[in-house]
């Protein structure tokens, strides 16, 4: 039977694993959004009395017996039923359940162990269980969460909630739900789930979760993985021994030197594993025990810090400063002065260093508040993607401490207690590229398509410069000054002249830097100078025309970190980076991984993610594996666009991200059959699938802005008449999805 019981033709199924929420959130829904028929939950579940029942209108298909219900029955309002997921047998939902429901499937990507560890706590006495059913029900839950795509390509709309978080706070499940349910009584939901929370963590004290995990050291984990492994309680000393003597990741070393239960140095086996560490760590105990012990005084002050706030500057291309590169949204990390003017290239910085932005961006951090304009880095914490924010932290741990000493309460610090040690510079938009993604703020080779495009030829910068486009009487479409150096940048220049020594870490971007002249001249002030090899230089560079010269003078450097942005092979690069041909590209690149003297260099793609190469992605990793590299890195970084919104895949209908997720998902699959031969294959696999996982977080993460993506198709074609393109034939992956969804919804 499929819905002979409903009412109303638009409702909803949840989904979920057994023991992970799913009946006490189908009941919490019911009572805190008015829209949907009550559901009463109800003690006295037919296995056990520890768990809480919602009954439906109707029985679902997991249920052996009926169930008498007892909730609302209003035509006017919404059904709301349940269901768990059938991963061995994925159409036993198609035979029960309507097509035409709103289905809202929970996945967890992690704490597989806490929720079978919670199961076993609270049923094993009714069941007489033992320790064997949590590795099982830890799987299960694993296999359900892994087959999702089974049933959203079934259903014609859904949606997948995250609970990775639910076993601490239910703030993230509240956002999520939100966007499904508006009217939902934000304040209800999160009192009741919260009493929920304590009640499963009263089960389950924190110190008693063991998760359940081989120690088979043929498996091949992650750093994270691994720090898991050593800190599980259970971890047996010879596991532990051989991590001190062979693991090479130095938070990995790091967690098993602070394991409460560390073999003591009273015994044989603990003094081999203190000594080993003592030796491969790169930092002395002694400053690793303090850094842990600050740490734990203040979690949330460490989770919001971020050393640039006290020794970093970055700059706009118009000479404007900000705070970093991150703060994508507005106003940008823009620094204004006391007098409510844009800090500039022109101002002396060191005046300025304590202006009222830059005082607020430190006390917040130190107050233990994450600042609004970082919030980009929460979203990639909180998406499983590294962030700026922990790499700085971890390359400059030690302002930490100097930071929560030294500033003042009002955030004020002082210019020689923290110089600038890093600068972010863009020397003006001058570009060889007009890549899709970007516009003439940062690319001037965009000011003949942009005229084309908005006849006034005005675009804003950064929210606090209106700029027009001038047509000179020869024809040429210029922006006169506000992107030269030379004039925008006439202090700062002076300030890094006088600081050659103090100022130790570059990042270049664009523009594409490479082929200003300005940054080579910075570089050629190093060389001369005999310090290049005590300065780090990072570049975000496509690739497309790196000047002979800039190889030459990357070779006198301490290291050079290449992010190559390039967003992808063949006719999709050419199509999203034009007028860049991909021959050049992979010439340079070539250069790169074989070139003599380059031994320093470390390079990695830079893919910048939308809706133009979001299908392509797959097609892109596979060959950068293919090209077995020497010195470039085979995992692609993937950066997820946020402007323009027409671009953003978090906008794309629910079908198109149906039939994206089950692309990644068929992927996965293919790389771990294709490469699984070694350590070093399969470990590339797993980097892989995280990015995978992490993509497709993202693209789940909000519903689509159906505004923001019925603008993108008369600007694509636009775009294509005035460059004598066509994205059906340079994007042909997207246009098949276009065609095969489109099929389907006929």
Known sequence: MKLSSSNNNHNYLLLYSAGIGGEMITSLLSECVPEINKIPRKEAHPIGTNRWHSNCKIKYSLVKKECLYEGEDDPNKYDLYKDHYHSYDPNIIKEYW?????????????????????????????????ENWMIRHSNNIKRDCDKISD?????????????????????????????IFPTLDRKKFQKTMAKWIKQNNDYIPFQEI?????????????????????????????VMAIVAEYDKDQEVLEALWLKEDLPSLDTPRGRKIRTLLKLRLDKPVEKIEKTQENILVNKDRWKAFCPIAWNHLATNADGSIRMCCQMINDPYGTVYKEDGTVLTGKDDITQNRNAPVWKKLRQEMLDGIDPEVCKLCTHEEQNGIGS??????????????????LTKKDGTIKDEEFPITYMDLRFGNKCNLKCRSCGPTDSNLWYDDWVKLEPSGIFNYRGHNTVKIETLPDGTNTVPNLFEPDQTFTKL?????????????????GGEPTINLKHRELLDCYIKRGTANNVTLDYNTNMAGVPSKVFDQWKSF?????????????????????????????????????????ERLIASVTLTLSLQNVLHYPEMQWWMKEQNWSRIEPVIIVHNLYGPKTLNIQNLPVEYKQYIDKKY???????????????????????????????LMHLWDKEPNANDYNRLWPWMESLDKIRNESWKTSLPDIAQMIEECNEKRL
Not at 161 to 176: A, F, M, P, R, Y
Not at 562 to 577: Q, T, V
Request: include cysteine.
């Open 98 to 130: 309507d097509s035409n429901m709103t289905v809202i499937c929970f996945t967890v990507t992690r704490n597989y162990g806490y929720w079978a560890n919670l199961g076993y706590k609270k049923i094993k006495e009714q069941e007489k269980l033992t």
């Open 151 to 179: 049933y959203t390509d079934y259903f014609k709309k859904s949606y997948i909630i995250n609970t990775d978080e639910l076993n601490i706070s239910s703030v993230k499940l509240t956002d999520q739900l939100l966007h």
């Open 210 to 238: 063991k998760k359940p995990m081989s120690f088979d050291l043929d498996i091949v984990r992650t750093s994270r993985e691994r720090i898991e492994m050593v800190l599980h309680p259970d971890c047996p000393v010879e």
């Open 388 to 405: 700026k924010r922990q790499w700085t932290r971890k390359l400059y741990e030690d302002v930490y401490h100097k930071a929560v000493a």
């Open 493 to 509: 220049w002076s300030h890094i002249m006088n600081n050659l020594d103090t100022i130790t870490r570059y990042y270049f971007t």
């Open 558 to 598: 301490k290291q050079v970190n290449l992010g190559m942005s390039i967003d992808g092979i063949n006719s999709h690069f050419e199509y999203i980076r034009h007028p860049g041909k991909f021959s050049t590209v992979l010439k340079n690149m070539r250069r790169i991984d074989k070139e003599q003297g380059l």
């Open 665 to 695: 998902k068929n992927f996965i699959n293919r790389i771990n059959d294709k490469w699984n031969n070694s350590v070093d294959e399969k470990a590339f696999c797993r980097k892989v699938e995280q990015r995978c996982k992490s993509i």
